[in-house]
């Protein structure tokens, strides 16, 4: 079995950038997750989906990985959804705190006037 991540981009006209993520997001696996990094940095307006179906297992660095790719797209009116996250990566993201801001859709930056 192939442990290396997989980074397969999906892109359609005008629609959110789709990445299908498989494998370990650990560690040892950041120098091929690179090009998903340089990639977000150069759309970092657009909105990410991350499809977790094929994801083994992610450790805290992935998690770290994660956080920073959604601090990136936010802070330049980007966005990052993670979708089909299976059990075993969703348990390990709420065990280390990180599931919530993950997971949760992006702070409004809209003026409300009432």
């Known amino acids: 079995m192939d442990d290396n ?10 629609a959110p950038i ?3 993520l498989g ?4 560690a040892t ?3 091929d997750l690179a090009g998903l990094r340089l990639m977000v940095e150069e759309h970092a307006g657009s909105c990410f989906i991350l499809d977790f179906e094929e994801v083994e ?5 992935g998690i770290d990985f994660l956080l920073a790719l959604r601090a990136v797209l ?5 966005s990052l959804r993670l979708l089909a996250i299976p059990h075993r990566v969703h348990h390990a993201m ?3 705190g990180a599931v919530r801001a993950l997971l949760s859709p992006p702070p409004s930056t809209r003026l ?3």
């Open 5 to 14: 991540p997989h980074v397969h981009p999906i892109r359609r006209a005008g």
């Open 18 to 20: 789709t990445i299908r």
């Open 23 to 26: 494998g370990r997001i650990v």
């Open 29 to 31: 696996a950041m120098p």
């Open 57 to 61: 297992f992610i450790d805290s660095t």
């Open 74 to 78: 936010q802070e330049h009116g980007g």
């Open 94 to 96: 709420e065990m280390s």
């Open 112 to 114: 409300l006037v009432a």
